[in-house]
Structure formats: structure tokens, C-alpha cells
């Protein structure tokens, strides 16, 4: 058994409110979004999963270009799934994602929209479960806004595997709510994901440069 938690990168939706472009493409720092989270991820050292839907090409291109320079610094490669019944909801990924995890001692899920998120951000959240592994970490904002992404302690896969819907894990955040320990990430790290062209738009006027 690994000690570290796996990576689950959540990349299963349809960018349906993009109008047509597709969100895990747009550009941060000079690179795709999707590549960028996964490369972050992959820099932990953890075992990283990403849940495409069916039929993504582009999506699964973007992947393919990580190698194999940058799944060199992996101690397992990604494995990448593509969810059948992505659009049933997020749930749908996030059941693949557990059973693609087992005999990790924990799920690490980390929605692909959130351009701010970095290696050291999900490193912070790593070496908080490793300091108490039957918590379950959830990253909050600079000001204590409650965020991605989260780890859930092996103990709950069961019940991450039984999750229905696009409400993803939010009612076991509230029925296993004695057990959730916060972790503040830098300024909104945690809490910045983009869904629109307009939301692009403005973090972009926002944070010129990236």
C-alpha cells in the first residue's frame, strides 16, 4: 500500500455552460489547464487518476503530451479512465475514481476546472493527511471560504463508491462533518474555478499575465 493518498482529477463534464468551447482547454500560464493540474499532481509524487468522459479526444491528447518527461517524476503512471456515464453526473466519476484508488489510504478529488491550484497547494493537503489520515482534509480560501480540493480517508471508499448524482461528495462532507479538518490555501486557490467565458474573462482582467 502506498502512503500517500491518490490523485483523483475530476475531467468527466461537458463544459456545457462554455457555449461551446471547452474549459479544460483554455490556456494558464502558458499551458492547457487540464495538462497543468495533472502535471501538478503528478509532481507530488502520488498516484494520479483523471476520469475523462467518453469520446475526448482532445482532452486525452492533452495527457498524452505529459509524456514521458513528466511522468518520469510519477512513481505510478496516470492512469487515465474514460466514465462511460460521465454525464449522468459527477458521481459517476468519482465512484470510477474510487475503484481505480484501491489500496491507496486515501482520495485526494481535485475538480480540473481551478486554475490556481499548484503542486504546492495539493502537497500542503498531502502532508496534512499524512499527519492525520483518518481526517477528512478539505482546502478552504485565505479567508476560511470552504473549497477543493479534499481527501477522504480510505475507511469512506465504500461510500464514495455508492455516490449518486452531480451533487458529488457534498452530503458526506455533512454526514462525516466531526471528522473535517480545514486547511487554508493561499488568497482563493481553493476556491477560484471558472465555468463561463464571462468568468474567464474577468479572472483573467484580474490576474493579467496568466
Do not use: C, Y
Not at 461551446?20 to 493540474?37: F, N, P, S, W, Y
Not at 495527457?63 to 459517476?92: N, Y
Not at 465504500?158 to 451533487?167: E, F, I, M, V
Amino acid at each position: 500500500m502506498t502512503s500517500q493518498p491518490a490523485i483523483l482529477i475530476l475531467a468527466g463534464g461537458a463544459s456545457s455552460r462554455m457555449r461551446g468551447a471547452d474549459k479544460l482547454l483554455e490556456r494558464v500560464d502558458g499551458e492547457v489547464l487540464l495538462q497543468r493540474i495533472t502535471r501538478a499532481a503528478v509532481a507530488t509524487g502520488a498516484r494520479v487518476i483523471v476520469a475523462l468522459p467518453p469520446d475526448s479526444p482532445a482532452r486525452r491528447a492533452v495527457l498524452t503530451r505529459l509524456a514521458p518527461a513528466v511522468l518520469e517524476m510519477a512513481v505510478l503512471e496516470v492512469a487515465v479512465l474514460e466514465v462511460a456515464d460521465a454525464s449522468s453526473g459527477m458521481s459517476a466519476s468519482i465512484r470510477a475514481g474510487v475503484r481505480a484508488a484501491q489500496g491507496s489510504p486515501g482520495l485526494m478529488i481535485v475538480p480540473a476546472d481551478m486554475p490556481e491550484l499548484d503542486t504546492d497547494d495539493l502537497g500542503r493537503l498531502i502532508a496534512a493527511f499524512d499527519r492525520q489520515p483518518t481526517r477528512i482534509w478539505r482546502a478552504t480560501a485565505a479567508d476560511g471560504r470552504q473549497g477543493h480540493p479534499v481527501i477522504f480517508p480510505a475507511d469512506l471508499f465504500a461510500a464514495l463508491a455508492a455516490l449518486q448524482g452531480d451533487a458529488g461528495a457534498r452530503h458526506m462532507l455533512l454526514a462525516h462533518a466531526d471528522r473535517l479538518s480545514p486547511l487554508a490555501l493561499p488568497e482563493n486557490h481553493a476556491v477560484t474555478d471558472l465555468d463561463t467565458p464571462e468568468a474567464w474573462a474577468e479572472w483573467r482582467a484580474r490576474n493579467p499575465g496568466r
